[in-house]
């Protein structure tokens, strides 16, 4: 009976994770209008959202009943590994369309690199040594706390400057949390909050030889600014070099450059995040589709599914605290198609 009650949610509910929009069913009763409705209300004093009018609450309390039956369906999925598999449900972006979703905190662009498999080394080369089952940055204390980016499409910002801050511990200086709001508003090629690329940025940063100053020096606002110059005299960190590949089919190297160079900066697609609450992403995510961009600070192979270890910019109340687990193989979530790595 169950896999009836499955099969008719399959045939009744169709997403299109490319482009993050859903087909729902239509309510069934009143009921059900009445149960989402109380759940709303209970998640809106939660998540603390907040409504201008009238009809922006009457919208929003639509979009939360349709994300009700979205997390029904993504957890109705096939799941090849159950104890691990990742599970869906209410966060603080439960009140949003997908649209609206995807227009606020999916602002990355997507850039094309050259594959890692241009090298023209041969697999056994490529693989040098063994790596240890689990690798974490975290527990070696060279990665910062998890940021929130608020109403601003500056993942893109967030994830390489994480990055930097990463490297340069590693490298034996303090652990210090750096300037977004600086990349945010001096990265020329860039939108701000309208959405930027982490190698267009990378490419400034190197190019310029721009000096990223302390946070504390030069504060988060969440909204795009004027560029504030500092004298060359000014404390901060330059970056000396990046790399940049497609490890598609690759992601043994991948975990190699994560224990070698440091966290990694990557771009991924998100659109199936919006529901994320944990456990191992396995399935709804497409690749080439990069819409946001995240630092990975680990992996883990010691269970049934190997996932890396990634570090979000929506705050610590989002998946878990703050961090997403995405499966490693088969360049899921197009964690695979833009990698970079930076040096200080």
Known sequence: MAKFAVLFLLLNQRVDFN????????????????????????????FQYTYTSLEEYSQHSLNFENSLKRHTF?????????????????NRFSHLSPQQFREVYLRTKAEVVSHYNASGLNRRSRVVRELPARFD????????????????????AFSLVGALESVRAKEGHPLEQLSVQQVLDCSYEDQGCEGGSTIRALTWLKKTQEKLVKKSDYPY?????????FAKSHDGVSVNNYMTHDFSGEEDIMKQWLVDYGPLVATVDAVSWQDYLGGVIQHHCSSRNANHAVQITGYDTTGDVPYWIVRNSWGTSWGVEGYVHIRIGG???GIADTVAAVSV
């Open 19 to 46: 482009t993050g929009h859903y087909q729902l069913p239509k309510p069934e009763g009143t009921e059900t209008k009445h149960n989402s409705s109380s759940v709303f209300d209970l998640s809106r004093k939660r």
């Open 74 to 90: 993504l957890n109705t999925q096939p799941n090849e590994a159950t104890n691990s598999s990742a599970r869906y449900g209410v």
């Open 137 to 156: 940055w975290r527990d070696e204390g060279k990665v910062g706390p998890v940021q929130n980016q608020g109403a601003c499409g500056s993942c893109w």
């Open 221 to 229: 606002k969440g909204v795009s600014g004027i560029c504030h110059l």
């Open 331 to 333: 360049n899921l979530c």
